[in-house]
Every structure is written in C-alpha cells, then in structure tokens.
C-alpha cells in the first residue's frame, strides 16, 4: 500500500515538473549583435611590417598586431586613386562610374553650402547608403571624419547623432579635408548612444598619408637618408622628402590606431566590436601614386579583427580583393540583408568567388581632365590611358609643391633619365601592361612586346567588356553645368590661371 502511495506521488511530481517546464519555457538571451568600426585612413599605402616593408619594421607594432590577430588581405585595391570617388562606391558598394560619382568633388561647391538642384547627383532610385542600411537594421551610425560623397544627399539619413541640436563636425561626417580622431572626438562616438546596449556601426578618420610626421612616436622619426626612392622619381632632395614623408606618416597612423583601440578597450566595447583598418587610396605625398592608377595609387591596407567565428586569428589572405567587398561584407556582419545591386561580395561568405581581376578608374580630379581605366590580375596591371597626349604632369593641384617645381627643374636642366623624362612629360601610350612579378615598379611597359599579346589582349577585353556590361559613365563628356562649377570654382586661384589648362574650359572664358 505504501510502495503504491509513493510511487503516485512520484509521478504526480514529474508531471507537475514537466508541466512547469512546457507553460514557463526559461527564455534565452538573446545574442547580442557585433559593432563594427570603420578606421579609415586617408591616403594611406600599405608600408607596414605587417606587410612585409623592411623600413617600417617594427616601427608599426599595433598595426602589425591587428593583422596577426585577425584576418590580413595581401591584394586590396581601391576603386579609384582619388578619395571622394573611392568613398562614394565604398559608401553605396556600387562602382564610381556607376553611379556617375566618378568625377573628383562634383555635385557640389563647399561643406556649408546647399549644392544648387542642377548640381546635383543623386542616386539610381532604390540605392541606399551603407549608414542608411545599418540604421535601419536598428544600428546606431556615426561619422568621426569626413565622408566626402559625389551625390546629393542629406547626413541625418546617415548618421543617428545627425538632429540639428547636437549635429557638428566631429560625429556626423563633413566633406573637407580634415580629420577628427583626437580622443575626446572618439568618447563621443559610440558613447553617444542612449541605449548602451544597441549595435554600433561607425567611421573613424585617420590623417594617414596627409599627417606627413605629426603623430610618429618620440625617436621614431625618419630622415631623408634612411629612405631609398623608387626608380620612377629623380633622386633630388624634394622627391627624397615626399617619399620619406610617407614612411613617417605610416608610423604616425600606427599610433593613431593605437589611440582609437585603446578607447574602445577603455569602454568596454572592443571585445564585441569588428574592427576592418584600411585606407582610401595611395600615398599622397609623393607624384604617380595618388590620382594615378599604378600599384602605388590602388593598393591599400585591409585589416578585419574581431571575435567573429570567421575572422581567424593570423590569416593572410592573398586573392584579389575590392573595397567594395568591404560594404558587402560590413552588411553581412551586421546580419543586413545584401542589396542586389552590389558590386562587391561578402569576403567570408560560403560560397566567396574569388576574382580573376579587379577594375579600377581616375577621372576628373578638381580642374584636372583625364581619363584611366586598369585591370589588375594575379600577375599583371593593365592601364588604358584616355587622353595619352596630356602627359602625366599635366597641370595639377600639386603644381606649387616642391616636388612638381623640382621635377619641371631637374627636366629643363636635362637632369632626369630618359625613363623619366618620357614617364613625366612625353606622350603617354594608349595602352600599359606590367608583370607585378618581375617589375614590381612598372617601369617596363610590355604592351608592344609580342610576347605578351594574348595576355595584352586577355586584359583588354576584360576591361571593354566591364565598360559595356556596367555602363561606365566615363564614356560620356562630363556635363557642361559641373564643368562650369568647377571652372568658377577655380578660376581665379593663381595655379589655375598660370597654367595650361584643359581645352574643355574654354567655352567658359569671357
């Protein structure tokens, strides 16, 4: 009777449990989604210990260690060597000449005023900004620097900290040519938010190429011996400084990197934040690089650190990477659905393709016409140059710096090789074609060599078929109302005026 007793009451009890646990299921946390945090650096080629660079060895200590504790990309290139038409693709993850922002600084005159209606270049309807995608995903957005965009559009779409209260430069991006990373700027980022518990996305600008030895670390300076210049350059104490100057501001972005790293880590947001370093284009300081679209002006630095599964610790990858992957890939880790209009693929996904070629594209950069496409393979780089009987020192925003006066002098005293003075100011050939191999300088144009025929032609197809295929707006005469801004816009700047300018303004002068 007691044996029965207790077994009822046995049963009576697992049910009773059972049935607690079925009515009152115990409610999982749900799992908090990654920040993720742009640092951009302006202007930017990748001279970094991480990157093999036997001058800066050891001289990058935290970059170096971003990229043994994340995910390295060897072959990163930017879409154009120009940063208003690399950020405009890299904002929308849409091609330049797409979308017709590939025109350096058009669609609009100065940060504080509005871009008259017929300025304006706006979007293909249904495309949206990056910012704009995170945000409504639930993200909240900031801009710590510029964003510098060739369309019409209004940053409180962009950027959460954007109401007219407490918008500012700083937090919610602007169009000069400043940045703001300074850490009281960095403490009103992310910690602007008023619910600490939603996902970031933002930017973080680094001076890079343009901080010239501002921010290199006490006793890590460079002088102008310590540096061999490349072939391309007369070896004259101008060239000798540019060159050197980047080399030091590449130090000088490792410690801004370590300045930003260390706030995140301050406020307890690094251990759930993805981290992607990169930069924008090519060293500015020095002639052929930025504006150009050799290696020196399309190869960049890209670092992706974080705690995310896919993101191994010290991998380098070395296949042929766009930053347009970058936007497709910054959607997918905030768990956004990818728009199909994207140019780019997320770099981690299953099914990744990796690429035979990457394109890249100069235009119009401030008054200065031309016209560059180029291919990059595994082994080779295409150029095709548009306007080939403008040489490549055609009147330029350079023209007053030291290295242009220098290079124009060392030409008329009859000072450079032969290399250089045909490179700088002879007709440049329609076609380019280098081995990135065996002349890491592309000084030896293989385009007429028989030999290379079939390769010359592999790269040139690719190039007039992605032309066709995407409806390259490069194809067509830029409109006469940005043309005419630009003009007004520079008209009576000295360098303007004194120098040979393109035949395309002439309609405008009185």
Same mark, same amino acid.
């Given at each position: 009777?007691?044996?029965?007793?207790? !077994?009822?009451?046995?049963?009576?009890?697992?049910?009773?449990?059972?049935?607690?646990?079925?009515?009152?299921?115990?409610?999982?946390?749900?799992?908090?989604?990654?920040?993720?945090?742009?640092?951009?650096?302006?202007?930017?080629?990748?001279?970094?210990?991480?990157?093999?660079?036997?001058?800066?060895?050891?001289?990058?200590?935290? !970059?170096?260690?971003?990229?043994?504790?994340?995910?390295?990309?060897?072959r990163a290139y930017t879409t154009a060597?120009?940063?208003?038409?690399?950020?405009?693709?890299?904002?929308?993850?849409?091609?330049?000449?797409?979308?017709?922002?590939?025109?350096?600084?058009?669609?609009?005159?100065?940060?504080?005023?509005?871009?008259p209606e017929e300025l304006r270049i706006?979007?293909?309807?249904?495309?949206?900004?990056?910012p704009e995608l995170m945000r409504k995903?639930?993200?909240?957005?900031?801009?710590?620097?510029?964003?510098?965009?060739?369309?019409?559009?209004?940053?409180?779409?962009?950027?959460?900290?954007?109401?007219?209260?407490?918008?500012?430069?700083?937090?919610?991006?602007?169009?000069?040519?400043?940045?703001?990373?300074?850490?009281?700027?960095?403490?009103?980022?992310?910690?602007?938010?008023?619910?600490?518990?939603?996902?970031?996305?933002?930017?973080?600008?680094?001076?890079?190429?343009?901080?010239?030895?501002?921010?290199?670390?006490?006793?890590?300076?460079?002088?102008?011996?310590?540096?061999?210049?490349?072939?391309?350059?007369?070896?004259?104490?101008?060239?000798?400084?540019?060159?050197?100057?980047?080399?030091?501001?590449?130090?000088?972005?490792?410690?801004?990197?370590?300045?930003?790293?260390?706030?995140?880590?301050?406020?307890?947001?690094?251990?759930?934040?993805?981290?992607?370093?990169?930069?924008?284009?090519?060293?500015?300081?020095?002639?052929?690089?930025?504006?150009?679209?050799?290696?020196?002006?399309?190869?960049?630095?890209?670092?992706?650190?974080?705690?995310?599964?896919?993101?191994?610790?010290?991998?380098?990858?070395?296949?042929?990477?766009?930053?347009?992957?970058?936007?497709?890939?910054?959607?997918?880790?905030?768990?956004?659905?990818?728009?199909?209009?994207?140019?780019?693929?997320?770099?981690?996904?299953?099914?990744?393709?990796?690429?035979?070629?990457?394109?890249?594209?100069?235009?119009?950069?401030?008054?200065?016409?031309?016209? !560059?496409?180029?291919?990059?393979?595994?082994?080779?780089?295409?150029?095709?140059?548009?306007?080939?009987?403008?040489?490549?020192?055609?009147?330029?925003?350079?023209?007053?710096?030291?290295?242009?006066?220098?290079?124009?002098?060392?030409?008329?005293?009859?000072?450079?090789?032969?290399?250089?003075?045909?490179?700088?100011?002879?007709?440049?050939?329609?076609?380019?074609?280098?081995?990135?191999?065996?002349?890491?300088?592309? !000084?030896?144009?293989?385009?007429?060599?028989?030999?290379?025929?079939?390769?010359?032609?592999?790269?040139?197809?690719?190039?007039?078929?992605?032309?066709?295929?995407?409806?390259?707006?490069?194809?067509?005469?830029?409109?006469?109302?940005?043309?005419?801004?630009?003009?007004?816009?520079?008209?009576?700047?000295?360098?303007?005026?004194?120098?040979?300018?393109?035949?395309?303004?002439?309609?405008?002068?009185?």
């Amino acid at each position: 009777m007691k044996n029965t007793l207790y !077994i009822s009451i046995l049963l009576f009890s697992i049910i009773s449990i059972s049935f607690s646990y079925n009515t009152s299921p115990k409610k999982e946390k749900k799992k908090k989604r990654y920040n993720i945090l742009w640092i951009l650096a302006e202007d930017l080629s990748p001279f970094m210990g991480c990157y093999g660079d036997t001058i800066n060895k050891d001289a990058t200590p935290v !970059i170096d260690k971003l990229a043994s504790e994340g995910v390295m990309f060897n072959r990163a290139y930017t879409t154009a060597p120009v940063c208003s038409a690399s950020r405009s693709a890299l904002i929308t993850g849409v091609m330049q000449t797409t979308t017709g922002t590939h025109n350096h600084r058009s669609s609009r005159t100065t940060d504080e005023e509005i871009v008259p209606e017929e300025l304006r270049i706006n979007l293909p309807e249904g495309m949206k900004t990056l910012p704009e995608l995170m945000r409504k995903a639930g993200y909240f957005t900031f801009n710590s620097g510029k964003d510098d965009y060739n369309f019409h559009y209004n940053r409180e779409d962009l950027y959460t900290v954007g109401s007219a209260k407490n918008y500012r430069p700083g937090i919610n991006g602007w169009q000069g040519n400043k940045a703001e990373h300074s850490k009281s700027v960095i403490k009103d980022t992310w910690n602007a938010r008023t619910d600490k518990n939603q996902p970031w996305f933002g930017q973080i600008q680094i001076d890079g190429g343009k901080a010239h030895a501002n921010f290199v670390r006490k006793g890590q300076k460079l002088g102008v011996n310590d540096v061999e210049i490349p072939p391309y350059f007369p070896n004259i104490p101008s060239q000798r400084a540019a060159w050197t100057d980047h080399y030091n501001a590449v130090r000088g972005a490792d410690a801004n990197v370590e300045t930003i790293l260390k706030q995140l880590k301050d406020d307890g947001e690094l251990e759930n934040t993805i981290v992607f370093f990169f930069s924008d284009h090519g060293s500015p300081t020095s002639l052929r690089h930025k504006q150009f679209c050799y290696e020196g002006g399309m190869l960049v630095p890209l670092i992706i650190k974080g705690n995310h599964p896919v993101l191994k610790a010290g991998t380098v990858r070395k296949d042929l990477v766009s930053l347009l992957d970058i936007t497709a890939t910054t959607l997918a880790m905030g768990e956004v659905k990818l728009p199909e209009y994207l140019d780019g693929q997320n770099l981690f996904f299953t099914n990744y393709k990796p690429k035979k070629y990457v394109v890249g594209a100069r235009d119009r950069c401030d008054y200065t016409i031309d016209k !560059i496409r180029t291919i990059v393979s595994q082994d080779f780089r295409y150029i095709k140059n548009y306007y080939p009987n403008r040489p490549m020192l055609q009147a330029g925003y350079r023209d007053n710096r030291a290295i242009v006066k220098d290079l124009k002098k060392a030409y008329n005293q009859g000072k450079l090789t032969a290399y250089q003075e045909q490179h700088w100011f002879g007709t440049r050939p329609v076609e380019e074609l280098y081995n990135l191999k065996l002349d890491p300088h592309q !000084i030896n144009n293989l385009a007429k060599e028989a030999t290379y025929t079939k390769t010359l032609q592999e790269h040139r197809t690719v190039l007039e078929n992605w032309i066709k295929r995407t409806d390259d707006k490069g194809q067509y005469p830029e409109e006469a109302n940005q043309l005419k801004a630009t003009y007004d816009l520079w008209k009576d700047k000295p360098r303007f005026k004194n120098a040979k300018i393109n035949p395309e303004y002439d309609q405008f002068k009185k």
